[in-house]
């Protein structure tokens, strides 16, 4: 019970789940305000009148509420824009910043994964497996002697 009390307590898992609680509760009310605000506009601009997330239409018995379905991707984009805005992007500056790309390093392809690897590493970063030394045009590792 120890170690699963010690891995409920570290940082990242705690940090997942208020990030998760915070996105349902967003989730909430982009919904909430595409249905009170956006579904309406979009009902008064096709000419439809009332709720336009309950527009549906028959074919052979079988009903397709294709208002549900436009509520939904009007609320998907709002999400996606706002966590691509205000999440993705500060958070690839800030790595850009703060870890910026070795340039110049010789590189070579891990023979298991296929991952660009550092020509002088023992070990694959993505997939671990042991590499071999990669033999230069010298008879020796690349990056040996330099």
Do not use: H, W
């Amino acid at each position: 019970m120890k170690g699963f009390r010690t891995f409920l307590l570290r940082g990242n898992v705690v940090d997942l789940a208020v990030g998760i609680v915070i996105g349902a509760a967003f989730t909430a009310l982009v919904n909430g305000f595409v249905k009170a605000f956006l579904t309406p506009i979009v009902g008064l601009v096709s000419g439809a009148t009332g709720d336009f997330s309950k527009k549906s239409f028959r074919a052979s018995d079988v009903t397709f509420p294709y208002g549900i379905f436009i509520d939904a991707t009007i609320s998907f984009v709002i999400v996606a824009a706002v966590i691509y805005f205000l999440v993705v992007l500060p958070m690839n500056r800030m790595q850009e910043k703060f870890f910026p790309k070795a340039t110049g390093a010789p590189m070579r392809e891990c023979p298991e994964c296929l991952t660009a690897i550092p020509a002088a590493a023992k070990r694959c970063s993505a997939c671990t497996a042991p590499i071999p030394p990669s033999v230069g045009s010298q008879g020796g590792p690349v990056g040996a002697g330099k």
